[in-house]
């Protein structure tokens, strides 16, 4: 394996782990009504998979010998990220479970 197809696999494992995390947080914000329990299982959930990414990507790249700087600059675009995406996941639950509350007042009352 060289350098270049470690770099892309940390990247692509980033990618999916957003996505699983995002499902997870949709799934559990839809179920509760609750767009905080989505997003805390959202952020839970995304930096136990960015601390194992980063745990396989710190023994891969040592096998192929990457220098530390590329090291360093993809782990910190991808701390830098992770806000970013976690804000969106924030205002996306929100957004979904706010029609949810109204519809469940409703049947309730």
């Given at each position: 394996?060289?350098?270049?197809?470690?770099?892309?696999?940390?990247?692509?494992?980033v990618?999916?782990?957003?996505?699983?995390?995002?499902?997870?947080?949709?799934?559990v914000?839809?179920?509760s009504?609750?767009?905080?329990?989505?997003?805390?299982?959202?952020?839970?959930?995304?930096?136990?998979?960015?601390?194992?990414?980063?745990?396989?990507?710190?023994?891969?790249?040592?096998?192929?010998?990457?220098?530390?700087?590329?090291?360093?600059?993809?782990?910190?675009?991808?701390?830098?990220?992770?806000?970013?995406?976690?804000?969106?996941?924030?205002?996306?639950?929100?957004?979904?479970?706010?029609?949810?509350?109204?519809?469940?007042?409703?049947?309730?009352?």
């Open positions: 394996m060289d350098v270049q197809k470690v770099a892309n696999l940390f990247l692509i494992f990618l999916i782990a957003a996505g699983i995390s995002l499902a997870i947080g949709f799934v914000a839809v179920k009504a609750n767009y905080k329990k989505g997003y805390i299982c959202t952020f839970i959930s995304s930096v136990v998979f960015l601390l194992l990414i980063v745990s396989w990507y710190d023994k891969a790249s040592s096998n192929v010998f990457m220098g530390t700087i590329p090291w360093i600059l993809n782990v910190i675009a991808v701390i830098i990220v992770l806000p970013l995406y976690l804000l969106v996941a924030r205002f996306i639950f929100k957004k979904v479970t706010k029609g949810q509350k109204g519809t469940k007042e409703k049947i309730i009352g």
